[in-house]
């Protein structure tokens, strides 16, 4: 518990212990009613002070207001009848605590989930100057800088290990505790933790654009973006507490009138003030004011826990109704490394073949392109490649030692009007034309993920109706690896407008309340995940446009998240909706019987304070994720 906390339980322990000592000693008069007064601030001193602020800053219809307005007549009306029973009063402040107090623990047990994600950023970078290290913070270190992670520290920064081996701790960063190991020329990131090896790295990104920096923005913004159930309950709270504090003053005059002016009977003001303010003990909203927004505040931390960040609670609701997955098809369920599986060559020898592949394909970042600098595997001399044009979804052009080379699929080939020879295996072909003649293909394989299989078996028994899978490549690469997989369709060969479009048409084909989910990693997936219904990014490899452009981001990479993610949304939204049901239904029903005189302030304490601890309870189950 914090100081808050404690400092709450406190003022319940000691009102309770107050109220059942004046019950039990007799006290009467004006001694009663002070030592009732001071039980009663002492309890509802801060509701009291919220309420009068509220009215100062023109707000005045909130639950404070409800609670001080029912509180102080009901105290009136015990002076006034000279009963000497104050209990009600107090009971009202009192159990209205002990349910902030469950808010406050509910809040403070999902944020447990965040505040351990947010310790993933470092405090300090150690950068190598003039041969000793200064230990200096992370968002003063540029790019380029030669960095030293000692084990048991945290990577400070996103960079390229340039020197060491280690074995890194991810799991503050994928909610997996399976270690990743790491050597010379290997991509790191920032947030996890080194645990044995010194490594030597020199940084790829400044700190605000490091990994670990866009996580945490992710996790602080996320309750900014509201969901439809949100909305609606902030609107309905908005029209439903004045609605009833005139309803209450209704009650409270028109009855008496009615006796008085129409049925010739003495006005019963007593009865029906007491039962004004039962009516607005009930009516306070606190059930759904308080319980929706800390479901979904829960069920954000308790997915950021499992290595899945949604970036708001608005696309929490939208993943609770996705039907339709899409996915790509690199680095999204295949690894993304590729290999050089085989050289076919006409006239020129298979080393120079791949040495002028590798050099033209020099300034790429493409899997593709590092494949084919890994497989010539001798360091690359740019002074001798010049004229580089980067065709999106074709390849590449260059001039190598003069010699125009082309490097890319049977599009590009087909584009320059050379005749190229098809492959018999299976594989990415890449075709190479030097000085506009054919002079062979270059065969690359990638390797499908570990769990790609298993997730989409996953999805299927989700209730996701249709998997489609959209990639550039060949398409008897791509019908292999989705007929492999278990995927429904597979639209291959595209250019990255081609998959827009194809999104779009996938679009048209599903109802209004049903979602489609696009789930991608590069660069150019960005303008897809962005116009999906929900997109969904592989935070670890992915590039940075990918996981801006998204809605949901996957730490580790893990394909079997996607279905974790829509999982955790559909339990998220049924206790959203079971507490909106409960809630509205108890409330509704115990109005009536508070109007009818049924209800008893007692009674009214049970629907404002008993239905909004339980919906806080309820709300609670949503931090528990990790067997879904």
Known sequence: MNKKQKKILA???ITTVMVIVLNLVSVTGIIQLALYLVAYLLIGYDILKKAGKGIGNGRIFDENFLMSIAT??????????????????????LFYQIGELFQSYAVRKSRRNISALMDIRPDYA???????????????VEIDSMIVVQPGEKVPLDGIVIEGNSTLNTSALTGESRPRNVKQGDEIISGCINLNGVLKVKTTKEFGESTVSKILELVETSSSRKSRSENFISKFAKVYTPAVCYGALALAILPPLVQMLFLGQAAQWDVWIYRALTFLVISCPCALVISIPLSFFAGIGGASKEGVLIKGSNYMETLSQAKYVVFDKTGTLTQGVFEVTGVHHNDMEEKKLLEYAALAECASSHPISKSLQRAYGKEIDRNRVSDIQEISGYGMIAKVDENQVAVGN??????????????HKVGTIIHVAINGKYEGHIVISDIIKEHSKEAIARLKKAGVKKTVMLTGDAKTVAEQVA???GIDEVYAELLPGDKVEKVEELLLQKSEKEKLAFVGDGINDAPVLTRADIGIAMGAMGSDAAIEAADIVLMDDDPLKISKAIKISRKCIGIVYQNIIFALVIKFGCLALGALGIANMWFAIFADVGVMVLAILNAIRTLRVHNL
């Open 410 to 423: 049977s599009k590009l080939m087909k584009k320059l009007n050379v005749e190229y020879h098809n492959c």
């Open 11 to 13: 003022r319940i322990i």
């Open 483 to 485: 007929q492999s997989l």
């Open 72 to 93: 102080v007549g009901a105290f009136a009306l015990a002076i006034h009848s000279k009963s000497g029973d104050y209990n009600e009063a107090i009971a009202v402040m």
């Open 126 to 140: 150690n950068v190598e100057r003039d041969g000793k290290l200064e230990k200096v913070d992370p968002d003063e």
